[in-house]
């Protein structure tokens, strides 16, 4: 084991010690394959992470119509995706944007592992800060219902803080696009859309091999994930109001893929009622889930 594998593992045991959780193997295993991925690309020297405006290879082009719009240095890196304790087990892969961590003003925010100390929970799933967002909330609300639960249970508020941090534990959270450019919501440029799936997102796939990729908008999201059609090979794609899905494949791995509307848009339990009748149609075999 080399020294960056070393040094990111006695971080990431770190930032469980204030719990009674112990960070697992397979949580180990896999954040160091994404950091060799980061490593080789380049966007990753030691644990340092240099900003992507500089550093990635494909900055040229995908800065080229937002020269003014870069993010301070301190935040302007890659971040390794939270990973689960408990993710190997379930395998539903989370994916959107420009997600809590990268809207935040606080300046602890950023860095190789902020999304490690957003979302980190005890063995007792009991919730931690941020668990109780509404960003929290409405993921595990999907998650809820993908694995067979009542769309009901979001209605009338069920799910308490510490079943939203068991689901958590059974995730993991990508971001579609690594750069956050500051002004106009952080949108991501279409040079960043255009290359950010194929350089980073299909090799972090292939690292977490998801049963379900479930991504979070209809509009921006949706339309741009299915540029992976080429570099991920889609199987189908079939859109329906609140829920697009589809299938595709991943070095050999077959990754149903769930779009839904984002918890930041305020009809977003609009996806609710047709995600639950994916699920029960997953259940019985009639996808391809």
Same mark, same amino acid.
């Given at each position: 084991?080399?020294? !960056?594998?070393?040094?990111?593992?006695?971080?990431? !045991? &770190?930032?469980?010690?204030?719990?009674?959780?112990?960070?697992?193997?397979?949580?180990?295993?896999?954040?160091?394959?994404?950091?060799?991925?980061?490593?080789?690309?380049?966007?990753?020297?030691?644990?340092?992470?240099? @900003?992507?405006?500089?550093?990635?290879? !494909?900055?040229?082009?995908?800065?080229? +119509?937002?020269? +003014? !719009?870069?993010?301070?240095?301190?935040?302007?890196?890659?971040?390794?995706?939270?990973?689960?304790?408990?993710?190997?087990?379930?395998?539903?892969?989370?994916?959107?944007?420009?997600?809590?961590?990268?809207?935040?003003?606080?300046?602890?925010?950023?860095?190789? %592992?902020?999304?490690?100390?957003?979302? #980190?929970?005890?063995?007792?799933?009991?919730?931690? =800060?941020?668990?109780?967002?509404?960003?929290?909330?409405?993921?595990?609300?999907?998650?809820?219902?993908?694995? $067979?639960?009542? @769309?009901?249970?979001?209605?009338?508020? =069920?799910?308490? @803080?510490?079943?939203?941090?068991?689901?958590?534990? $059974?995730?993991? %959270? %990508?971001?579609?696009? &690594?750069?956050? @450019?500051? $002004?106009?919501?952080?949108?991501?440029? #279409?040079?960043?859309? +255009?290359?950010?799936?194929?350089?980073?997102?299909?090799?972090?796939?292939?690292?977490?091999?998801?049963?379900? %990729?479930?991504?979070?908008?209809?509009?921006?999201?949706? #339309?741009?994930?299915?540029?992976?059609?080429?570099?991920?090979?889609?199987? =189908?794609?079939? =859109?329906?109001?609140?829920?697009?899905?589809?299938?595709? &494949?991943?070095?050999?791995?077959?990754?149903?893929?769930?779009?839904?509307?984002?918890?930041?848009?305020?009809?977003?339990?609009?996806?609710?009622?047709?995600?639950?009748?994916?699920?029960?149609?997953?259940?019985?075999?009639?996808?391809?889930?």
């Amino acid at each position: 084991m080399g020294r !960056r594998e070393k040094v990111l593992e006695a971080e990431l !045991r &770190k930032r469980f010690d204030a719990s009674s959780a112990q960070v697992s193997s397979g949580q180990i295993r896999m954040a160091q394959e994404i950091a060799s991925l980061y490593e080789s690309a380049g966007v990753l020297d030691g644990l340092e992470t240099p @900003p992507l405006h500089r550093s990635c290879n !494909r900055h040229c082009e995908c800065w080229k +119509n937002a020269s +003014n !719009r870069k993010p301070n240095d301190a935040r302007a890196g890659i971040g390794l995706p939270w990973i689960g304790r408990k993710y190997e087990s379930h395998r539903i892969a989370i994916a959107g944007i420009n997600t809590p961590v990268r809207e935040s003003g606080d300046p602890e925010f950023g860095g190789l %592992l902020a999304q490690w100390e957003i979302y #980190e929970s005890d063995e007792l799933g009991t919730a931690r =800060r941020y668990k109780d967002s509404d960003f929290a909330y409405a993921v595990s609300a999907y998650v809820h219902v993908l694995n $067979g639960g009542s @769309p009901e249970d979001v209605r009338q508020s =069920r799910l308490t @803080p510490s079943k939203t941090a068991e689901y958590w534990a $059974g995730c993991a %959270l %990508l971001e579609l696009v &690594k750069c956050s @450019p500051v $002004g106009d919501r952080s949108a991501p440029t #279409e040079e960043m859309w +255009n290359v950010c799936l194929g350089e980073f997102l299909v090799g972090e796939l292939a690292v977490l091999q998801p049963r379900v %990729l479930l991504v979070l908008g209809l509009s921006k999201s949706s #339309e741009r994930v299915s540029l992976l059609r080429e570099v991920g090979g889609w199987d =189908r794609f079939d =859109r329906r109001k609140g829920l697009h899905t589809g299938t595709i &494949k991943v070095d050999g791995h077959a990754t149903s893929v769930v779009c839904v509307y984002h918890p930041g848009f305020y009809g977003w339990r609009g996806s609710l009622d047709p995600l639950a009748e994916y699920a029960i149609a997953a259940a019985q075999g009639r996808t391809s889930r």
